[in-house]
């Protein structure tokens, strides 16, 4: 019912820059609101972790590891989030994950079915070398 399409991964010295962007769509019907909106980090034997993320009324929440070098942000008409991520450090290595729980409206306008979903993504690699 949900997809996700990120982009923006890949390899960067130590110092440097990405921005990842993923963007939702329905299979059917419409988005009509999105309540979480964000991205995760894991690495081969660990549990995969917040690294950013918006909520439904605007709020961010970041990594402590993170915070004040990576900035979220979204744009609601593209349903898409973006994370700009500077100066980065060999441990922010690893697969990025975009997570979004959000409300599908389908049926007629007059009397929408509302189903709420959560979906991963498939993941986009970051490597970030000493």
């Known amino acids: 019912q949900v997809q996700l399409a990120e982009s923006g991964g890949g390899v960067v010295q130590a110092g440097g820059s990405l921005r990842l962007a993923c963007t939702a769509s329905?299979?059917?019907?419409?988005?009509?609101?999105?309540?979480?909106m964000g991205w995760h980090r894991q690495v081969p034997g660990k549990q995969r972790d917040l690294v950013a993320t918006?909520?439904?009324?605007?709020?961010?929440r970041y990594a402590d590891s993170v915070r004040g070098r990576f900035t979220i942000s979204r744009d609601n008409a593209k349903n898409t989030v973006y994370l700009q991520m500077n100066d980065l450090k060999p441990e922010d290595t690893g697969r990025y994950y975009c997570?979004?729980?959000?409300?599908?409206?389908?049926?007629?306008?007059?009397?929408?079915?509302?189903?709420?979903?959560?979906?991963w993504g498939q993941g986009t690699q970051v490597t970030v070398s000493p």
């Open positions: 329905a299979a059917s019907g419409t988005i009509s609101s999105i309540n979480e």
């Open positions: 997570y979004t729980d959000l409300n599908i409206n389908r049926g007629p306008y007059y009397r929408p079915i509302t189903d709420r979903f959560d979906h």
């Open positions: 918006v909520l439904g009324g605007g709020g961010t």
